[in-house]
């Protein structure tokens, strides 16, 4: 009942790909679900387990989690080897932000295909294995595969960390979408740009759909390829013309690409932006605004079109809650994170 995941704390400045909680946060909302648990892992992905990381390094991944859509928070750190009071700040740090976001929906208008059929493709039979760099014998094919998911990584990581949020759409949910004025309406939310990742293969009635899509004013954007391939001989040709000629970027550039995004019927802007996800709870727009780094960081707000703005200020940290006029800046503390609650939104 609720889509869940393990995820790792590693240190500040080691590998991570904290936007993997995003495909469990697209399947949530396609299926209208509140919560998305995270069991916040301090053993895997690390060279040496710390079941008692700082409270700055437990906040670091609370929020990128809470970033790409977790609303629960179970973990096995050692409670009784910290002070009672700092422990208490970390569970409290952790429940303020589930007891905003939990049962809000995503705001993005952008999606991002899952290519899986592309993906399964690759799996074919081999006759025999390469070793990687790290000594571990695959399938060649395999060796394809990787750059294909880094192509992956690199576009999920280029939108996050400039401000742009998404979610992951499969093709069954966009064949069953409906098209409104150049707008994707898909399991539950509304897109008005599809990003394509190197999907080579796709099934003709999706093909259609996105076709259409574009036709009617809607953003398509393919990386790296065109698709030459359906879901059945037959559908090969159809498949490549419907998109014979179109341009492709490559993963580093999606994000140029699209410029600045902010869905419809938000009024903040934050000119110096942080990375910031967009919800939609109960007719009340929130933006959270998060500061992964370990110094403070400044964020000037306007709003979108010039206006004076009022906005509610949560501090997770401590709890409280200040009326913030804008234009104004706010500052966000080290390895923190902000939620700035506008009004109700129109109808």
Known sequence: QIPSLDTPMPDPGAPWI???????????????????????DPIIDRPVMNLTPTPEQFRRIVDMAVLCGVNQFQTYLRWNEYEPSVYRGMSEYAGRLCAVLRGARSAATVALYYPIETF????????????????????????????????????????????????????????????????????????????????????????????????TGGKVVWVNSLPELGDAPGEHGQVRSLFAGQKTVRPGDVAATLGRVVPPGFALRTDQAPMIARFI??????????????????????????????????????????????????????????LLVESETQP
């Not at 695959?138 to 990581?157: F, L, T, V």
């Not at 500061?291 to 200020?313: C, F, H, I, T, W």
């Open 281 to 338: 709870r109960d007719g009340r727009r929130i933006n959270y605004l998060v500061n992964y780094r370990d110094k403070p960081m400044e964020v000037p707000l306007g709003s979108m079109n010039g206006s004076p703005l009022a906005v509610q200020v949560y501090h997770p940290l401590d709890g409280t809650i200040i009326k913030q006029q804008v234009p104004a800046t706010v500052t966000i503390g080290p390895q923190s994170s902000l």
């Open 120 to 215: 399964q493709a690759e799996f074919l039979p081999a006759s025999g294995f390469v070793m990687t760099h790290d000594s571990t014998w695959y399938p060649p094919q395999w060796r394809r595969m990787q750059e294909m998911r880094e192509g992956y990584d690199a576009i999920a990581k280029s939108l996050v960390t400039i401000g742009i949020d998404f979610n992951w759409l499969h093709g069954d949910w966009i064949r069953d979408a409906k098209i409104e004025d150049g707008w994707l309406v898909a399991a539950n939310g509304r897109y008005r740009t599809l990003v394509m990742p190197q999907v080579e293969l796709i099934p003709l009635d999706v093909a259609e759909k996105i076709a259409k899509f574009q036709k």
């Open 18 to 40: 904290f936007w993997h909680a995003k495909f469990l946060s697209s399947i949530a909302q396609a299926k209208d679900r509140d919560t998305v648990a995270c069991l916040l």
